[in-house]
């Protein structure tokens, strides 16, 4: 496939045929290389068993890309776009929604491929926020906060808090009870900004 695009876009000065594995490259390195450092709207077909680790890879290592159109199975594509109380809200959809606004544009049915995949598709639209209203005060702390709350969904937040990190049980309840938060809710009951808010909280706290 790779001789074939070559091939085709040969004499066309504004296509550069790369053959790399996406989750080995230095995006901006690339884009500084190629592009003189504009901004960029990624537009893919994105392969589906690493889809979650492309997206996470771009938001976390590029400062070039300011949107993604993107077609991926309609699973991920519901959770990206998940809400909080729902079985498709989990560390993807916070982390998605904490850097972009995403916005699932188009369903296409498995029927829509030659030959025909067992599995539905989605067009997804990724805006990478202009300004994000609730930061977090370390995105290392937060990227990890929001992982071990979700580790496990069955358990309460309370007890992913003290699974994951080894907090105090007296921390993990002053903590939720400052904030209004019951020491038997889920987190996928949570809105992103209390997501945020409690990594926060908790960061400040293992500080002192």
């Given at each position: 496939?790779?001789?074939?695009?070559?091939?085709?876009?040969?004499?066309?000065?504004?296509?550069?045929?790369?053959?790399?594995?996406?989750?080995?490259?230095?995006?901006?390195?690339?884009?500084?290389?190629?592009?003189?450092?504009?901004?960029?709207?990624?537009?893919a077909n994105l392969p589906y068993y690493i889809t979650t680790a492309i997206l996470i890879k771009i938001l976390?290592?590029?400062?070039?890309?300011?949107?993604?159109?993107?077609?991926?199975?309609?699973?991920?594509?519901?959770?990206?776009?998940?809400?909080?109380?729902?079985?498709?809200?989990?560390?993807?959809?916070?982390?998605?929604?904490?850097?972009?606004?995403?916005?699932?544009?188009?369903?296409?049915?498995?029927?829509?491929?030659?030959?025909?995949?067992?599995?539905?598709?989605?067009?997804?639209?990724?805006?990478?926020?202009?300004?994000?209203?609730?930061?977090?005060?370390?995105?290392?702390?937060?990227?990890?906060?929001?992982?071990?709350?979700?580790?496990?969904?069955?358990?309460?937040?309370?007890?992913?808090?003290?699974?994951?990190?080894?907090?105090?049980?007296?921390?993990?309840?002053?903590?939720?009870?400052?904030?209004?938060?019951?020491?038997?809710?889920?987190?996928?009951?949570?809105?992103?900004?209390?997501?945020?808010?409690?990594?926060?909280?908790?960061?400040?706290?293992?500080?002192?």
């Amino acid at each position: 496939m790779v001789k074939v695009i070559t091939s085709r876009f040969e004499k066309d000065n504004n296509v550069i045929i790369k053959y790399q594995d996406f989750l080995k490259a230095k995006i901006d390195n690339d884009i500084e290389k190629y592009l003189n450092d504009k901004p960029v709207i990624v537009v893919a077909n994105l392969p589906y068993y690493i889809t979650t680790a492309i997206l996470i890879k771009i938001l976390e290592e590029s400062k070039y890309i300011k949107q993604m159109t993107v077609m991926m199975q309609l699973e991920v594509a519901d959770r990206i776009c998940g809400k909080p109380s729902t079985k498709d809200y989990n560390s993807l959809s916070v982390l998605m929604q904490y850097y972009t606004n995403c916005k699932l544009a188009i369903k296409v049915g498995a029927g829509c491929f030659y030959p025909e995949p067992n599995v539905d598709s989605a067009v997804v639209l990724i805006r990478y926020k202009e300004e994000i209203e609730h930061k977090a005060l370390n995105e290392e702390y937060f990227k990890k906060f929001n992982r071990i709350v979700f580790a496990q969904r069955r358990k309460t937040l309370a007890n992913n808090l003290k699974s994951g990190f080894g907090y105090q049980k007296e921390l993990i309840e002053k903590i939720l009870n400052n904030n209004n938060i019951s020491l038997t809710v889920r987190t996928e009951a949570l809105t992103v900004k209390e997501i945020v808010m409690l990594s926060n909280e908790f960061y400040l706290a293992q500080k002192k």
